[in-house]
């Protein structure tokens, strides 16, 4: 059983949601990124989506696409990013996903990668720009080093494709909220109760959603039918506006523990 399971078994137990957190690895700099994610953990966050630079994050709105640049500025490589991971490794047991595009991982090597990322402590894989039907070459790898990957479902998603991601996923699935990009918005799908019970008719998988959200009254709301839920831009934008403040860690964790406590 990999750790992304055992949490959401344990808050499942307890009726809990899970909050997911996400910050692009490198942005402003690997060290505060270390630094962030120990921030992260201690303010409620339950899994940690660790963004892997990319020059061309087709899926990302204006916020994470400038802190992928930032990141890129400071050469930072998916080399890196695991060697990070490896040091945090030795202080927490947080689950901890790459969410990245799959040119560095292919580049990489993708039995190299799967290894290299085992060995460092990481415990899922969320490629945005691979889909099901070309995940196999590295899913073989993922599925013996014992590693999650995780899809992707879009409000346009059909029942077959559902069908289909659901089939190859492990760890949980990722819905997005909404026929877009990544950014903070003002105002919920409204549909998103009835997206999550279509997906949970084709797995026993938990079912988060991500894409959009960027309060606490909205993270609660998502709670209510979701099993988790995953808040990206709205944290790299408190990262964006804070680059050379001292306090950046601190009100990270400020905005953080407010989602957890909005989850409840």
Not at 31 to 47: V, W
Not at 51 to 63: I, K
Not at 92 to 99: H, N
Not at 249 to 260: C, E, I, M, R
Request: glycine fraction near 8%.
């Amino acid at each position: 059983m990999t750790r992304i399971t055992r949490v959401f078994q344990r808050l499942s137990a307890s009726n809990r949601k899970a909050l997911i957190p996400y910050i692009t690895a490198g942005d402003p700099s690997l060290d505060l990124t270390k630094k962030l994610i120990f921030q992260l953990e201690e303010s409620g966050a339950d899994i940690i989506e660790l963004g892997v630079p990319f020059s061309d994050p087709m899926a990302d709105g204006p916020t994470i696409q400038r802190a992928s640049e930032r990141a890129l500025a400071n050469s930072v490589s998916l080399r890196d990013v695991l060697d990070l991971v490896s040091e945090i490794r030795m202080h927490t047991e947080i689950p901890l996903i790459l969410f990245g595009y799959y040119n560095p991982f292919f580049t990489y090597g993708a039995e190299k990668f799967s290894r290299d990322a085992r060995e460092a402590g990481v415990d899922g894989v969320l490629i945005v720009d691979l889909p099901p039907e070309e995940v196999d070459e590295l899913k073989v790898y993922v599925d013996k080093d014992n590693l999650d990957i995780i899809f992707l479902i879009a409000p346009t998603s059909n029942k077959d494709r559902i069908k289909l991601i659901t089939n190859k996923a492990s760890g949980f699935i990722y819905y997005v909220s909404v026929t877009g990009v990544t950014g903070a918005r003002s105002n919920l799908n409204s549909r998103i109760e009835e997206y999550v019970a279509k997906v949970k008719e084709f797995t026993c998988l938990p079912v988060g959603v991500g894409f959009g959200i960027s309060t606490p009254g909205q993270a609660g709301k998502v709670a209510r039918w979701a099993d988790a839920v995953i808040v990206g831009s709205a944290i790299v934008k408190i990262i964006e506006e804070n680059l050379n403040s001292p306090d950046m860690v601190k009100k990270v964790g400020q905005f953080v523990k407010s989602l957890k406590e909005g989850i409840g």
